[in-house]
């Protein structure tokens, strides 16, 4: 059974920054792929970024240059840095697995999510 739980979200302010984890249980990340999904009201589900089993990064045009995606095998977490944000990253951030895709529609195993809020 895979189970995967984020935290780290909350309140800031723009121009400040967010670590946010995930904690994966029943499945090895390292050799599985990792990906940040976000969702804001009223909207769909958005790719954010990506850490392939391999360890490359990919990451949406929108937060490039200001996430970073990392991991930790001995906790068996991935972290998603979050700097320079902006109000229009305001949502709900989830990590999921069980594809290396950038669709939403191909993952079957998602954490709970997590807020983060960025005012203005």
């Known amino acids: 059974q895979v189970q995967l739980v984020e935290s780290g979200g909350g309140l800031v302010q723009a121009g400040g920054s967010l670590r946010l984890s995930c904690a994966a249980s029943?499945?090895?990340?390292?050799?599985?792929?990792m990906a940040w999904f976000r969702q804001a009201p009223g909207k769909e589900r958005e790719f954010v970024g990506i850490?392939?089993?391999?360890?490359?990064?990919y990451y949406a045009d929108s937060v490039k240059g200001r996430f970073t995606i990392s991991g930790d095998n001995a906790k068996n977490t991935v972290y998603l840095q979050m700097n320079s944000l902006k109000p229009e990253d305001t949502a709900v951030y989830y990590c999921?697995?069980?594809?290396?895709?950038?669709?939403?529609?191909?993952?079957?195993?998602w954490g709970q999510g997590t807020q983060v809020t960025v005012s203005s």
């Open positions: 999921a697995t069980g594809s290396s895709s950038i669709s939403p529609d191909d993952y079957n195993y």
């Open positions: 850490r392939r089993n391999g360890g490359g990064t």
């Open positions: 029943g499945r090895t990340f390292s050799t599985y792929a």
